[in-house]
Every structure is written in C-alpha cells, then in structure tokens.
C-alpha cells in the first residue's frame, strides 16, 4: 500500500489515513465555517485524532467487527473522549467523513486465485472508495447525500446544520454513533480487487474536472499518489473550482490485499 496527504488551505491538514496489512482508513475533517458556534471547545484536527485512533483499534482487533460497528465504537469512543465539556447536541459540533477498506471477512471467494477475497469498504459522506476489478473494470463509490439537499449549492449554513444527521439529510462522524449505520457499504465484484481511498480533495479529479474514474486509477497506479495529488494541484490552478476551497486537503491511499497468512503448524 502507498499514500500521501497534502495540506490545502487553512492552519492544519484535518485529512489523516493509516493503513495496516489487512485495512486502511482515510478520514476528512470537516472544516468549520467562521464565526459558527460548535458547541466544542475541540477543534477539527482533535477530533479526526480521536476517530481514526479508535477506527484504528477496532479494525486491529483480533476478531474484528463489522465495519459498521467498527465506526459506531469509534465515534462514540471519541464522544466519551470530549469528556462532557461539550454541546454534543449542536449540529455544528466537530464532524467528518469516512472511508475503510479491508478483505471480506470469512474464507477466500469462490474460484479466487491463490485464496484472495474480495474488498470490502465503508464510506460516509464525501469520501470515495475506487475499486479496480480484475475484470479491468473501474468503479467508485461515495455517500453523495450531501449533494442533493433542498435547492441545489450554495447552501447556506442554516440548510446544512437542518440536515446534518438528520433522517432526508446527510449523516457525518461526529457525535451521533447512529451515523455509522447509515453508511454506504458494499464489496468488489471480484476478489483480490485493487482499491484506493480518496477525501474529496482528491475527488475532485472526477467530480469537479470531469476526468474518468478508469483514467484516474490506472494514473494512480503508474505514478503513485504523490503524483496524483500534484495532479490535483495542476488542475486547481488550471482550471479553479465551481465551489469549496481552492486548494482542499488532498489525501489518497491505494493497494491490495494479499491472501490471508496461512495458519501456524
């Protein structure tokens, strides 16, 4: 597995991704708009530390959960974290999104070579998850919830706080546990898949320039996410953006899971 994260505008990166042998993580910072009440006396990199340490536990564990699940414990281990100092009730609280990959649990597919599986992924809100199938078929999946509030962009503040985790809105990782259950979910086609996980920094190669997702993977696979991100930047100062940040945290991961160890002797 590769990676690279590259801050955009702002203070500080609010993207993080980590990886192990047999999953890997991004998370997105939601950054607040100015002069909005949170309720939190934690800023947006705090919290994106507290999900993704606890994502990471539970994703590291010796029977590991359903990815689900796996979300729910991190964003409630993070909402115990902010110590009950906070007005986890507002709907500006600290928020981000999601995206996790990892092999299917259970046994190799059907037919798979050399016992691989296929991938299985989690993404909430705006992340991507891109899987590229051995049948050289490319495919993304995100959470475009967030793209079909009331009224079309630009929304205003007030619109998004309505439907912030709310039934009819869009659901985020923040402070509401629920959330995680509301997540896109699903698995490859085929096993031993090869996938990558964007923020929407990243994203943008599709959604806001137009370029093909099949185009996009196969750039990533050549030149590695370094590379990606410089593209990213190249068509931000090309072209500008319909709306957002200029230059948006930009962060990417991508690889494949290996059959599973065989067991010991």
Same mark, same amino acid.
């Given at each position: 597995m590769s990676f690279a994260s590259e801050q955009g505008q702002g203070p500080a990166n609010e993207d993080r991704v980590c990886a192990g042998s047999d999953w890997a993580l991004v998370i997105d910072g939601a950054t607040a708009p100015p002069a909005v009440d949170s309720g939190c006396r934690h800023g947006v990199s705090w919290l994106v530390d507290r999900l993704c340490g606890g994502l990471v536990a539970e994703l590291s564990a010796e029977r590991p959960a359903p990815l689900a699940d796996c979300l729910a414990a991190a964003i409630e281990s993070a909402r115990r974290a902010h110590g009950g100092t906070c007005d986890l009730d507002n709907p500006d609280s600290p928020s981000a999104t999601v995206a +996790?990959? $990892?092999?299917? =649990?259970?046994?190799?597919?059907?037919?798979?070579?050399?016992? /691989?599986? $296929?991938?299985?992924?989690?993404?909430?809100?705006?992340?991507? @998850?891109?899987?590229?199938?051995?049948?050289?078929?490319?495919?993304?999946?995100?959470?475009?919830?967030?793209?079909?509030? =009331?009224?079309?962009? =630009?929304?205003?503040?007030?619109?998004?706080?309505?439907?912030?985790?709310?039934?009819?809105?869009? %659901? @985020?990782?923040?402070? +509401?546990? /629920?959330?995680?259950? $509301?997540? +896109?979910?699903? @698995?490859?086609?085929?096993?031993?898949?090869?996938?990558?996980?964007?923020?929407?920094?990243?994203?943008?190669?599709?959604?806001?320039?137009?370029?093909? %997702?099949?185009?996009? %993977?196969?750039?990533?696979?050549?030149?590695?996410?370094?590379?990606? +991100?410089? %593209?990213?930047?190249?068509?931000?100062?090309?072209?500008?953006?319909?709306?957002?940040?200029?230059?948006?945290?930009?962060? @990417?991961?991508?690889?494949a899971f290996g059959a599973p160890a065989a067991e010991p002797v």
């Amino acid at each position: 597995m590769s990676f690279a994260s590259e801050q955009g505008q702002g203070p500080a990166n609010e993207d993080r991704v980590c990886a192990g042998s047999d999953w890997a993580l991004v998370i997105d910072g939601a950054t607040a708009p100015p002069a909005v009440d949170s309720g939190c006396r934690h800023g947006v990199s705090w919290l994106v530390d507290r999900l993704c340490g606890g994502l990471v536990a539970e994703l590291s564990a010796e029977r590991p959960a359903p990815l689900a699940d796996c979300l729910a414990a991190a964003i409630e281990s993070a909402r115990r974290a902010h110590g009950g100092t906070c007005d986890l009730d507002n709907p500006d609280s600290p928020s981000a999104t999601v995206a +996790v990959a $990892r092999p299917e =649990p259970g046994g190799p597919a059907s037919g798979a070579p050399t016992g /691989e599986r $296929r991938v299985e992924y989690l993404v909430l809100a705006d992340c991507t @998850v891109l899987l590229a199938e051995r049948s050289g078929e490319v495919a993304a999946a995100t959470d475009d919830r967030v793209e079909h509030l =009331p009224g079309g962009r =630009p929304y205003s503040a007030g619109l998004v706080r309505a439907h912030r985790n709310t039934e009819g809105g869009f %659901w @985020v990782a923040g402070a +509401v546990p /629920e959330a995680a259950y $509301r997540a +896109v979910t699903g @698995v490859s086609r085929t096993a031993g898949a090869g996938f990558a996980l964007m923020t929407d920094g990243c994203a943008r190669l599709a959604d806001h320039y137009g370029h093909p %997702w099949r185009r996009i %993977w196969r750039f990533l696979e050549a030149e590695g996410p370094d590379s990606l +991100v410089a %593209w990213v930047r190249a068509e931000e100062e090309r072209r500008g953006v319909a709306h957002g940040k200029r230059h948006d945290d930009a962060t @990417v991961v991508a690889g494949a899971f290996g059959a599973p160890a065989a067991e010991p002797v």
